[in-house]
C-alpha cells in the first residue's frame, strides 16, 4: 500500500473502498472481502445508511480495528445534534474514527464544524475534513476554522481536476479525496484513447491507469463494487508507475466537466432530510 501524510502527520491509504449506494449486505460484504484482499481505508456515511454494516464487516474480516483507516461523514440533519459524532461511533461499533466529514454546506453547516474540531480534540476524530464544500463555502470556512481540516472529499477525474480548488488546498495542505475518480461510468472518459495505449503499455484496463493518475496526483480514491473482482482490480494499481509526461496528457484532458451539479433547493432538500439507519 501507499499513504500520503496529512497536514498533522497522520497517515492515510492512497486506495479505500467506497460503500456509497450500496445496501447493508452488500457494504458488509465488500468491506470484508476488501480488507481480507489489503485494503486498509473504508469510506462510508451517515447518509448511507450501512455504518452499522460497515462495522460489521471490520470484524468479520479479523484485521485489527487499528488497521483500518475508517471515514464517515456527519449529515446536514446531525449537525445540531450534539450526541451525532458518539452516535455514529456507536453504529460502527469503534471508540474512533481515522476521518470524520460533514457531510455537505447545508443546514446549520458551522455547527457541524464545530462538531468535527470537538471530536478531533477529545480523539474521536484522528483527522477531520469537508465534503463537497468548493466555491463559497470553503472561502467562509476559511474565515471561521479554528482547525485546518485534513481532508476536502469532491468529485475528480481526468475530465474534471480541480484545478481552482487545489490552489486553496495547496495553501493548507488539505488532501483531496475522489468520488467518480471514473467519471461516475462515463463510457466517453473510459474509451478515451489515451487510457487505452497506456493501458496497453502496462498491462492494465483503462479504470486502473485512471485510478493510478488520482494517487499519483495526490489524491486518495475510494471506488465503490459489489463485486469482489472489480474489488481486487480496483486495488491492483501500485504496482506500475505513469511518466510525468503521460500524467501531464491524462491531465492534459481536463475539460472542467462535472458529472454532478448541486442546487441551492437540493442543499435546503439535506437539511430536512433524515437518514433511517439501520437498527
Same mark, same amino acid.
Given at each position: 500500500?501507499?499513504?500520503?501524510?496529512?497536514?498533522?502527520?497522520?497517515?492515510?491509504?492512497?486506495?479505500?473502498?467506497?460503500?456509497?449506494?450500496?445496501?447493508?449486505?452488500?457494504?458488509?460484504?465488500?468491506?470484508?472481502?476488501?480488507?481480507?484482499?489489503?485494503?486498509?481505508?473504508?469510506?462510508?456515511?451517515?447518509?448511507?445508511?450501512?455504518?452499522?454494516?460497515?462495522?460489521?464487516?471490520?470484524?468479520?474480516?479479523? !484485521?485489527?480495528?487499528?488497521?483500518?483507516?475508517?471515514?464517515?461523514?456527519?449529515?446536514?440533519?446531525?449537525?445540531?445534534?450534539?450526541?451525532?459524532?458518539?452516535?455514529?461511533?456507536?453504529?460502527?461499533?469503534?471508540?474512533?474514527?481515522?476521518?470524520?466529514?460533514?457531510?455537505?454546506?447545508?443546514?446549520?453547516?458551522?455547527?457541524?464544524?464545530?462538531?468535527?474540531?470537538?471530536?478531533?480534540?477529545?480523539?474521536?476524530?484522528?483527522?477531520?475534513?469537508?465534503?463537497?464544500?468548493?466555491?463559497?463555502?470553503?472561502?467562509?470556512?476559511?474565515?471561521?476554522?479554528?482547525?485546518?481540516?485534513?481532508?476536502?472529499?469532491?468529485?475528480?477525474?481526468?475530465?474534471?481536476?480541480?484545478?481552482?480548488?487545489?490552489?486553496?488546498?495547496?495553501?493548507?495542505?488539505?488532501?483531496?479525496?475522489?468520488?467518480?475518480?471514473?467519471?461516475?461510468?462515463?463510457?466517453?472518459?473510459?474509451?478515451?484513447?489515451?487510457?487505452?495505449?497506456?493501458?496497453?503499455?502496462?498491462?492494465?484496463?483503462?479504470?486502473? !491507469?485512471?485510478?493510478?493518475?488520482?494517487?499519483?496526483?495526490?489524491?486518495?480514491?475510494?471506488?465503490?463494487?459489489?463485486?469482489?473482482?472489480?474489488?481486487?482490480?480496483?486495488?491492483?494499481?501500485?504496482?506500475?508507475?505513469?511518466?510525468?509526461?503521460?500524467?501531464?496528457? !491524462?491531465?492534459?484532458?481536463?475539460?472542467?466537466?462535472?458529472?454532478?451539479?448541486?442546487?441551492?433547493?437540493?442543499?435546503?432538500?439535506?437539511?430536512?432530510?433524515?437518514?433511517?439507519?439501520?437498527?
Amino acid at each position: 500500500m501507499e499513504y500520503v501524510t496529512l497536514n498533522n502527520n497522520l497517515e492515510c491509504p492512497v486506495v479505500g473502498i467506497g460503500t456509497y449506494m450500496l445496501a447493508p449486505a452488500d457494504a458488509e460484504n465488500s468491506v470484508r472481502e476488501a480488507l481480507k484482499m489489503g485494503y486498509s481505508l473504508v469510506d462510508t456515511a451517515n447518509a448511507y445508511v450501512n455504518e452499522r454494516a460497515v462495522g460489521r464487516g471490520i470484524k468479520a474480516s479479523g !484485521i485489527n480495528r487499528d488497521e483500518v483507516f475508517i471515514s464517515t461523514k456527519l449529515w446536514p440533519s446531525e449537525y445540531e445534534n450534539s450526541n451525532a459524532v458518539d452516535e455514529t461511533l456507536a453504529r460502527l461499533g469503534v471508540d474512533y474514527v481515522d476521518l470524520l466529514y460533514i457531510h455537505q454546506p447545508a443546514g446549520n453547516w458551522l455547527a457541524g464544524y464545530r462538531q468535527l474540531e470537538k471530536a478531533y480534540r477529545e480523539g474521536k476524530a484522528k483527522s477531520i475534513g469537508i465534503s463537497n464544500f468548493e466555491g463559497k463555502y470553503i472561502d467562509e470556512l476559511q474565515t471561521k476554522w479554528e482547525i485546518v481540516p485534513q481532508f476536502i472529499q469532491v468529485e475528480a477525474h481526468p475530465y474534471f481536476t480541480q484545478k481552482e480548488l487545489r490552489k486553496i488546498l495547496d495553501k493548507y495542505d488539505i488532501r483531496l479525496m475522489s468520488w467518480y475518480p471514473l467519471g461516475h461510468g462515463d463510457k466517453s472518459l473510459i474509451n478515451e484513447p489515451l487510457f487505452a495505449a497506456l493501458g496497453e503499455k502496462y498491462g492494465k484496463s483503462s479504470a486502473q !491507469i485512471i485510478l493510478r493518475w488520482h494517487t499519483q496526483m495526490g489524491f486518495v480514491v475510494i471506488p465503490g463494487s459489489r463485486n469482489t473482482a472489480h474489488i481486487r482490480d480496483n486495488l491492483n494499481i501500485l504496482d506500475f508507475t505513469l511518466t510525468d509526461e503521460e500524467m501531464d496528457e !491524462i491531465s492534459g484532458l481536463d475539460k472542467d466537466q462535472r458529472y454532478y451539479h448541486r442546487t441551492d433547493e437540493q442543499l435546503d432538500q439535506f437539511a430536512m432530510w433524515h437518514p433511517q439507519f439501520e437498527k
